[in-house]
């Protein structure tokens, strides 16, 4: 068994403020027979976190942050012997998390396989208040509660496991498409924002073996970046004067047969109904928080095309074993998942790093333990 030194006082970084995240020195906390202590190695900024660190949308703050983490093990509560899905696990694992649903509600006693949409249910790195410190993944230590989904990730790189979160709610996503399109090798999909979700999306459909996706964005390095993991054309908003012309021209003058809208804005869910063929089908999943308002027309973007569609809201635990394989598969591919981490910022950094992040100008942005 590994033997880890745990210091007495650690550091984590804490939304106390709009723009404002400040490093906070604290006692590591001890541990119960039911919880598990772990070395935080790293964590990808979701843009969920952005929009807290914006403007406080839920109301969390002060909150600690990360929920895309990943760590080691230094120490296990005796009553945890096993991951989700009856992994043994033990001190020097390294380990993501899912959701920590409530246990007993409707959907967690009747529906444990749909966990995800327990209304009592917490997310690690989501959950407010000054006594939630060390539940969230921007910090060097995370202490995770009962109750909580971990998966045991040991034989997966850190680059890899960081990306395991978005990975999950890549794979939901598809796996809700599923519901209502049969992808074929030879189907035209179509994926609007090529942020890293839209691109991770991108490469899961290219590994089942579909050869016709089209990327739609404004940003040309994200568009180059999907070219890059597999898309076989792409459209750039900004450089079109039409982009619903040029994905007629690019599919036979009928449009996308299934359409994945992956960004969070408004003007865009409503301009990604023009980009659906009659009879096709459309899968949202860029609204993870609310912002604002977006509009369609019933009689041509939905009856007169009978176009099918379909929400899909973060994930199941299913999924999470899922992501693990897609992104193995996409290395085996030789597809270069991990690229899409462009930026590294350690924890006195993390303000540095969400406005990075506001910018645009990179793409998957990660803070990463130094002391690892």
């Known amino acids: 068994m590994n033997d880890f030194k745990i210091p007495k006082i650690a550091k984590i970084s804490a939304l106390t403020g709009v723009r404002n995240m400040e490093v906070k020195e604290l006692p590591v906390p001890e541990i119960n027979d039911d919880e598990i202590l772990v070395h935080v190695e790293g964590c990808g900024i979701c843009g969920t976190d952005v929009h807290e660190f914006k403007g406080d949308p839920f109301g969390f703050i002060p909150v600690q942050l990360g929920h895309e983490g990943t760590g080691i093990i230094v120490k296990l509560g005796k009553n945890v012997t096993k991951d989700y899905y009856g992994k043994p696990l033990a001190v020097g694992d390294k380990i993501v998390t899912g959701l920590r649903p409530c246990g007993k509600c409707d959907t967690c006693t009747k529906h444990p396989e749909k966990i995800h949409l327990c209304e009592g249910g917490e997310i690690f790195g989501l959950i407010p208040g000054e006594s939630a410190y060390f539940n969230g993944w921007f910090g060097e230590y995370i202490k995770i509660n009962p109750g909580g989904v971990v998966f045991n990730v040991s034989d997966m790189d850190l680059d890899l496991r960081i990306l395991i979160e978005p990975a999950a709610v890549i794979v939901h996503a598809v796996e809700k498409a599923k519901e209502i399109f049969n992808f074929k090798h030879d189907s035209c999909v179509l994926v609007q924002g090529c942020g ?13 073996g579909v050869r016709n996706i089209i990327a739609v964005d404004t940003d040309q390095k994200r568009l180059d970046i999907a070219k890059k993991l597999g898309a076989s054309a792409i459209v750039n908003v900004t450089k079109t004067q039409d982009p619903v012309a040029d994905v007629k021209v690019l599919t036979n003058g009928l449009g996308a047969e299934m359409a994945f809208q992956c960004t969070g804005s408004p003007k865009a869910a409503s301009m990604v109904w023009n980009y659906v063929r009659r009879g ?16 369609y027309n019933p009689h041509l973007d939905i009856c007169n095309k009978e176009i099918k569609v379909v929400g899909s809201w973060t994930y199941q635990a299913c999924d999470w074993i899922q992501a693990c394989e897609f992104l193995k598969e996409a290395q085996l591919r030789g597809i270069p998942v991990e690229e899409l981490i462009s930026h590294r910022y350690g924890l006195e950094e993390m303000n540095e790093a969400m406005e990075m992040n506001i910018s645009m100008q990179g793409c998957k942005i990660i803070y990463q333990n130094k002391n690892i």
């Open 196 to 208: 890293p979700i839209g691109l991770l999306l991108l490469t899961l459909v290219r590994t089942m």
């Open 280 to 295: 096709g089908a459309l899968c949202e999943l860029g609204f993870f928080v609310n912002n604002g308002d977006a509009t």
